[in-house]
């Protein structure tokens, strides 16, 4: 194999021929034209010469000493670059049938052996117009090739830019079926509105507070069809959304045009639409039932402790049974003319007591003192917590000597209580006790007040003791 100089034209040309005195002419005309040639004289070296570098034109023999030329030209032919070949045999075998299996095999031109040098330079130029014809068609196949697969690539990028944009269609859709049955199944009013209280979407329970249809809620203004005390105010959720709130909790009261009172409880949150501006989502929850069974529930109590008629802590009468109750036997008193006596006790020292070991432990000595109480009278007798430490007694059917008995048993048994205001101390506790007996004819407020005095004398007389006028 010989390898000669680069050619001008950067093309390359191989020539295999064993015969040697054929190589050289061929050689020098493949050079005139501008080729860089590589000469082989064997099939075997022309196989290892198209491995190490593909020519653009091939000149060949048909029969070489190692094998056959046209078999040679089809492997040349079957190669990767076959197709832009330009191959040229130059054979004594030259028979019509030999030059159409050779033309068969891949062979483009074929020139008979022994040749003139003038039909060499013809077939050569022809042969050179092939060549340039190859390397275009070559540099077309290419650039349609590198077209395709940019085609290819682009075909793939859409594909997959629709393939996103179909899951993205059917995730839509399926919020969107969501956000719906959300919408339609919750419990209360949603309600989305935008910065500029413009209401973007609401659910049907949403409506059936507003008292509105969908058609009459379209293109309005939430506080056109919802107004709130909240409207309009410092408290208006949206506004203080706007200005940074995360979440807001609140109860209003909403007066309907035919004067009906409603309640609602209402969460606003903030809504992030596609734009920046913050807008509210509201979940509104009518608790008109609720506050109802509340105020009807506090209204009970008020009228209940109103018209209760036991004090609590010490679970005798208040002095309102005592008033209507004192009024009645007084009135028996007269109509049947029995006796009637009354006693009024007051604790002795007691501010004292509470300034000292407070009003809780001063509750647990009063609170005992109507058990002491209690525990000393007759069925019929009634006692009454008068107020602070003042309690009376109404004894019915009974002198003033008799309310002597009942009295003294109460102070003495009163007296005998241990209280343990603090661990390490225990105290006693006295009573001092106004009696007094009915005379008939005066008020009931006349007997009380007499019951005080006496109460006041048996204070100043020492304490612990009744005293009885
Ligand atoms: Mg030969």
């Not at 020519?55 to 040349?76: N, Y």
């Not at 060549?131 to 590198?146: G, I, P, Y």
């Amino acid at each position: 194999m010989t390898e000669c100089a680069p050619g001008k034209t950067g093309l390359t040309a191989l020539i295999v021929e064993d015969d040697q005195a054929v190589c050289d002419v061929l050689q020098m005309f493949v050079e005139n034209l501008g080729y860089a040639v590589v000469v082989c004289n064997t099939g075997a070296s022309a196989q290892e010469a198209f491995a190490a570098k593909i020519p653009h034109l091939i000149l060949m023999d048909w029969l070489l000493p190692d094998m056959d030329g046209v078999e040679l030209s089809k492997t040349f032919r079957a190669s990767e670059r076959g197709k832009y070949l330009t191959i040229l045999m130059i054979s004594s075998k030259d028979s019509p049938e030999d030059i159409a299996t050779a033309i068969a095999a891949g062979v483009d031109y074929f020139i008979s052996k022994p040749f003139e040098r003038k039909v060499l330079d013809i077939w050569l130029f022809a042969a050179s117009r092939h060549v340039q014809d190859c390397l275009l068609r070559e540099e077309a196949d290419l650039a349609l090739v590198k077209i395709q697969e940019e085609l290819v690539d682009n075909n793939l990028q859409l594909e997959e830019a629709l393939g996103r944009a179909n899951i993205m269609a059917v995730e839509a859709e399926q919020a969107y079926i969501e956000i719906n049955q959300i919408f339609k199944t919750v419990a209360g009013g949603i309600l989305l509105v935008d910065k500029d209280c413009n209401i973007l979407r609401c659910n049907d329970s949403f409506l059936k507070m507003a008292r509105v249809t969908r058609e009459e809620s379209r293109d309005r203004k939430c506080y056109e069809i919802f107004h709130t005390c909240l409207c309009g105010s410092d408290d208006c959720p949206l506004q203080r959304i706007k200005k940074g709130k995360k979440r807001i909790e609140s109860e209003i009261e909403k007066i309907a045009q035919d004067g009906q009172i409603s309640y609602y409880s209402i969460i606003s949150t903030p809504y992030h639409g596609l734009s920046e501006e913050v807008g509210i989502v509201e979940h509104i929850t009518d608790i008109t039932e609720r506050v109802k069974a509340e105020k009807a529930l506090a209204e009970s109590e008020r009228r209940y402790k109103e018209l209760s008629l036991v004090d609590e802590l010490t679970r005798l009468f208040n002095k309102r049974y005592f008033n209507t109750h004192l009024q009645l036997e007084v009135e028996r008193a007269n109509r049947h003319g029995h006796p009637l006596s009354l006693l009024l006790l007051d604790i002795d020292n007691f501010k004292h007591h509470n300034d000292t070991y407070g009003h809780a432990d001063g509750d647990r000595v009063l609170a005992r003192l109507g058990q002491v109480i209690a525990e000393s009278l007759r069925t019929n007798d009634v006692p009454c917590r008068y107020g602070g430490e003042e309690f009376t007694i109404i004894l019915p059917v009974t002198s003033g000597e008799q309310a002597t008995v009942v009295a003294e048993r109460i102070r003495a048994r009163f007296a005998g209580e241990i209280f343990q205001p603090t661990p390490q101390e225990t105290v006693r506790k006295t009573i001092s006790i106004g009696v007094t007996q009915y005379l008939a004819g005066e008020s009931g407020q006349s007997l009380l007040e007499r019951a005080d005095q006496n109460m006041y004398e048996a204070k100043q007389s020492g304490k612990n003791r009744y005293v009885l006028k």
